[in-house]
């Protein structure tokens, strides 16, 4: 085995194998529904009512339907919500259905509903969306693909089988056999087949999709695979895959695809080790005392601008509402005040894409009993050093993206700062709009909010940050107030930049953003700041954001224009800022200018 596949290997109990082989291990990793002294008190939950409530507003006989025709838009057009609407619908009413029915014992309420979601998608041709789908291959082979949605519709169906399985088979005999073939078959089975090479399973160097897939494999092999050996291979398979995570991931816990990934990225090993320490347990004691396992948990309070905003660079997003889910027994865990303070907000998600059931099961058994009152263990300043620099007070916070050009799930955003007033977004990232084909195809830096001249760094002339791994910035913090950001190396070649530099001085009345550059040649510069305030133009170098004035040196304000909305989902309409996006297009009078942001109360 690899160096970058022992990370966990090499914290197992002696035994660990040997046990999984012989059944020697917990397979209930909740309680069945049969267990009603269990879901009496689950129902004291602070979360049960309202499952029960959503679970009630699914109409009988409406189970969303998922067309071929829609399924082919992703070849046809790059659509994906077509299709990924109703396919995340039906399994999010399954979770809610499936757990109201455990905590009321209602059959006659309940049952008939979540058989027609079950039913359905165990009718389902497969499980892998069509951006996911092998659309090189033959219709047919096309769908054997075990990618993010299938392993988790999998861990899904498993765990309703370990819930509800011996009440589903009363109504429907043999479905549970069903239910155990179809979830083996479109995950597990598929990537241990020789013949269906996954990348994330094989990728050296992965991103989320491989600890998100193995994740779910696992928990899907630990509940519902018959077979010991069989279940020790697979698991030692998933182990390694994780372990490579873990190895490649930097030492403070920073996640490279953005905040809002923590949950499907950083957050997935804590679920892995969480549930295989359930499975068997004190198995993963040493895992839970790494440092570095504590970091990538904690990365999420640690990225906060302010109680309800993270940090968005990438192709994450703004907005902090969580899933509590694995939150809470995180910080139980790694005895975390910042987590289990996150964990205790009042504004959360019950769930993500369609791990509905999986989330409500974790918040019905998973939490601690006693969660504290607040989330404002805040600290002022936190440095993940090369990548990223956050200072924050109750007035003004700050951060500053720095790193490389070819991060997984990329914008040219090298020497981004975002600027917060409160919890108001004075100078911000625009995040992602929702995901199509193009999103991940060569045209992907022609959307303009992944682009350079979609973030504030300086562009000259026609020249701006492109993507690269090569295309690169550094910065130095000095006494939490000043930071020096070397842009030097972040424009190509043609650009013909000789040296740049971005410094920063933060205060929490007052933040200075000062550019000083050496061009080959002369060039027409502009810098574009993108706000959620609307704009109030005094004169063409005073511009008021909201409660914050901004007084230029050395550059002009040229125009002002309304972004166009990038919602997160095709079913909102507004703006994932809450507010309309504005873009102030900055001209520079020479090779040098300063930005004065000032709170004015």
């Known amino acids: 085995m690899k160096k970058s596949e022992r990370y966990i290997h090499d914290r197992l109990p002696q035994n ?6 012989e059944g020697n291990y917990n397979r ?19 979360f049960a009512a309202e499952i029960i409530a959503e679970a009630d507003q699914i109409a009988e006989n409406q189970v969303p339907q998922l067309l071929y025709s829609n399924y082919v838009q992703f070849a046809v057009n790059g659509n ?5 609407t109703p396919y995340f619908r039906r399994r999010k009413e399954l979770g809610f259905l499936a757990a109201a029915l455990c905590l009321t014992g209602d059959k006659a309420k309940y049952m008939a509903r979540l058989l027609d979601y079950t039913v359905a998608i165990l009718e389902e041709r497969s499980w892998c969306v069509p951006a996911h789908a092998r659309w090189t291959y033959n219709s047919t082979l096309r769908w054997q693909n075990c990618d993010l949605f299938a392993a988790e519709t999998a861990a899904v169906m498993a765990l309703l089988y370990l819930v509800l399985g011996e009440e589903l088979e009363k109504e429907i005999p043999g479905i549970s056999g069903l239910i ?16 269906i090479v996954h990348w994330w399973d094989v990728h050296e160097k992965p991103a989320n999709w491989t600890v998100w897939c193995s994740s779910n494999c696992i928990i899907t092999g630990l509940i519902l695979e018959p077979n010991g050996k069989k279940l020790a291979a697979q698991i030692r398979r998933f182990l390694a ?7 490649y991931y930097a030492d403070d816990g920073y996640c490279a695809e953005g905040a809002s990934y923590y949950m499907k990225a950083n957050l997935m090993v804590f679920q892995t080790i969480f549930m295989l320490n359930k499975a068997l347990p ?3 004691d040493k895992v839970f005392n790494e440092p570095k396992i504590k970091a990538m948990v904690e990365f999420l309070p640690n990225a906060r601008i302010s109680s309800g905003t993270i940090v968005s660079f990438g192709d994450s997003q703004p907005k902090l509402r969580p899933c509590q889910a694995l939150l809470a027994p995180a910080g139980k865990y790694f005895d975390s005040k910042p987590l289990l303070e996150l964990a205790a907000r009042n504004e959360y998600q019950l769930g993500a894409c369609g791990d509905f059931l999986a989330s409500l099961l974790a918040l019905l058994f998973d939490r601690p009993e006693e969660m504290p009152e607040t989330d404002k263990n805040c600290k002022a300043t936190v440095i993940f050093p090369g990548r990223l620099a956050i200072f924050r007070s109750e007035k003004l916070s700050l951060s500053l993206k720095s790193g490389h050009n070819n991060e997984s799930h990329n914008h040219n955003d090298l020497g981004h700062f975002e600027l917060f007033s409160g919890e108001i977004p004075v100078v911000l990232d625009a995040g992602t709009g929702s995901y199509a084909k193009i999103n991940f195809s060569e045209q992907r830096y022609t959307l303009w909010y992944t682009r350079g001249t979609g973030h504030n760094a300086p562009v000259f002339g026609k020249y701006e940050q492109v993507k690269g791994e090569e295309y690169t910035s550094s910065f130095t913090v000095q006494d939490d107030r000043m930071i020096r950001c070397d842009l030097s190396h972040a424009y190509p070649e043609e650009a013909g930049v000789k040296s740049a530099e971005r410094i920063i001085e933060y205060s929490e009345d007052t933040v200075t953003v000062e550019d000083s550059f050496v061009l080959d ?4 510069t502009e810098i574009t700041l993108l706000t959620a305030c609307t704009p109030e133009v005094k004169d063409d170098v005073t511009i008021q954001l909201g409660d914050v004035s901004l007084s230029l040196e050395d550059s002009v304000l040229v125009n002002v224009e309304q972004m166009p909305d990038l919602n997160h989902s095709s079913a909102s309409n507004s703006s994932i800022w809450g507010a309309a996006v504005f873009a102030l297009k900055l001209r520079l009078h020479g090779n040098h200018s300063k930005m004065i942001f000032t709170r004015l109360r």
């Open 16 to 21: 660990f194998y040997d046990r999984i082989t």
């Open 180 to 195: 155990r073939q179809k979830s083996l078959e479109q995950s597990i089975y598929y990537v241990m087949d020789k013949n």
């Open 282 to 284: 004190g198995s993963m």
């Open 521 to 524: 040649k002369k060039r027409v």
């Open 80 to 84: 994906r919500t077509e299709y990924e």
């Open 28 to 46: 209930n990793l909740y309680p069945a529904f049969a267990d009603r002294e269990a879901w009496a008190k689950a129902g004291k939950s602070k």
């Open 241 to 247: 895959n994780t372990s490579r995570f873990i190895h």
